[in-house]
């Protein structure tokens, strides 16, 4: 029996699995409805259908926690903090949406806690963790019952300061535990060693609000599979379910990390090192940039509403899914998501019960997908489509073929802007990247995302729908530990125990998941003294002395002018201050191989059916697994797979290169040279 390694990504229409057998490298792909009531129940079944197999480990991508955010399914949500800080949720940022033209309409969210859960406590500690006042402890006594007393049993913790000295915390942390030992609870020096306790109080109440929901889930699938298993973080590493289970936050964008990882190694495979992902599944796309083979991190992305601080993959992620809704808005005008048909009841076409013409419906209507998904196992309904569209089409006093093409002229659009959100507002070309499109809808707008934006191509990789799960197989285990330490005249002394501090963290967590010798990543958050905001940049290894502090303080100023144009490299007047210093703990893996020519080849067998682009017009329809390295498909055609479809537009060219993906570029292939 073979013996694999298993990738499970759940989306929001579909769980795509990926199986690599360790000693050939073959890899097998299969995918299987999402169940959104029990995720579970989908995992469980894209795992069976792979047959009998020696499963040596498996790692799991999953929307738990992003979807109970996206959702905002938080209620009986405490909050303790320090005595005189209980508004500090309400004071918030000073930031408006959209600008401050919108200032006299924009009313503020309500708070991830309503004020009358929000209780405090006293004693204070100054910024360096030194005790100004003690600990409160009949106080938390008082505050611990409260909450039992009103069957409030999850809660986050955030006092003043406890970034640089946890005791407080923790001393709450105990009492929590003994006077209202039911309560889940989250403290922020645990999620967060970090200062900025707007930020920090939020990302912690994330953490404690998710962590009831992940640990249920968690449980369930460790119970249905029987083995250990890994879960895909935010941060681009994975980690064992055991001990995600005491951090759940580090995976609220767990699928999106891993579909960029995976497509940055293919990209880069086939010479493709610096690129833009697209990620198009049933409810949401999500883009990243990726240089050099490396996606983006950031520590200022959110979810939904809520800042999470903690490091992940920098993603846009915008409403615009093959299960995305097209609705009419009071002005008249045709409007496509954010809102989601999802998996169930899904697009009209997949006769479950759904009542709107979603990005999907517009697709089978022109005739750019087929009657059918995943090979035949889902049949779709053409005059159920035809039917909703024809509908829309009536209300708008459009033809039918407008109103589908507008559906997806606006789901492009939506695309396009998330894709200029990470690179026009970043100060990077977007005409100096390919694109890598992949998940099921992925695909699909990739010649209109290239006139759009003046794309130099889009790749397609092999099953491009199973991208995501093949990413979960790519990346290292991987821990993030941070501490605040804010000074313009850095202690190399301090530097090097913080240091140390953190790398024994690291190491102590890696030996718990079997790395015995593991490798750590320096970085530091630096900025000029009177910036309100920092600027990460990697920091060597090895003894901390005059020679790493300068270089460290070079490459600030190099990562500064590359971003904002300008740096105070030779200008004494203008002070560097260190903020935050960081390890990253990585458990290295090893990672399957890209494969030339994946496809077990089939013969070619002509096809067409009716396809509208510019006009209706019979059109070639070509199965991928048929086309081998070199084959150049001229527009306007189809071409086909299992988990997704490539619609290649009049005066476009597919070209298939030797690791099997399709490059769609503008042009015939001659005129390219």
Known sequence: MRSVRIGVDTGGTFTDVVAVDEQTGEIVTTKTPSTPANPADGFAAGIAKLGELDVSAVVHGTTVATNQLLEERIAGLGFITTEGFEFVLEIARQSVPDGYGNSYFWVKPPRIVPVHLV?????????????????????????????????????????????ANPAHERRMRDVLAREHPEAVVSISSDVLREYREYERSVTTLVDAAVKPAMRRYLADVSARLGMPFSVMKSNGGILSAREV???????????????????ALIAATAGHPSVITLDGGGTSTDVAVVIDGEPSITTEGSVGRYPCKIPMIDLVTVGAGGGSVAWISPEGTLKVGPRSAGADPGPLCYRRGGTEVTVTDAHVYLGRIPPHLLGGEIPLDYDAARMGVQALADKLGLTPERTATGILEISAFNQANAIRRLTVKRGLDVRDFPLVTFGGSGPLLACRLIDILGLPAVVVPPEPGNVSAFGL????????????????????????????????????????EGFAEPVFARSADLRYYGQAYEVRVPAPA?????????????????????????????????????????VSGIGPISRPAVRRDPYPRIEAEPASRRVVFEEAGETPVHQRAALGPGTVVDGPAV???????????????????????????????????
């Open 119 to 163: 209780r405090t406590v006293g004693g204070r500690l100054d910024h360096l963790g030194a005790e100004v006042w003690p600990f409160a402890e009949e106080q938390a006594v008082e505050v611990a019952r409260w909450y039992r007393s009103r069957g409030v049993t999850t809660i986050g913790v955030c006092f003043l300061h406890s970034y």
């Open 245 to 263: 289970a005491h951090q759940p936050i580090t995976t609220v964008l767990s699928g999106p990390a891993a579909g960029a990882l995976g497509a």
């Open 473 to 512: 197989l790519t990346v290292d285990v991987k821990n993030d530990y941070v501490r605040t330490h804010v000074t313009r005249e850095l202690s190399l002394q301090a530097a090097a125990r913080i240091f140390g501090e953190l790398e024994g963290q690291a190491a102590e967590a890696l030996d718990r």
């Open 542 to 582: 090895g003894a901390l002395d005059e020679d790493w502090r300068a270089e460290v303080l070079s490459r600030f100023h190099d990562a500064h002018e590359k971003l904002y144009g300008y740096a105070y490299r030779d200008d004494p007047r203008q002070a560097v201050e260190w903020v935050n210093l960081r």
């Open 639 to 673: 071409i086909e797979e299992y988990g997704s479809t490539i619609p290649v537009h009049p005066g476009f060219t597919a070209t298939v290169d030797e690791y099997g993906n399709v490059e769609v570029r503008r042009g015939p292939a001659e005129a390219r040279g």
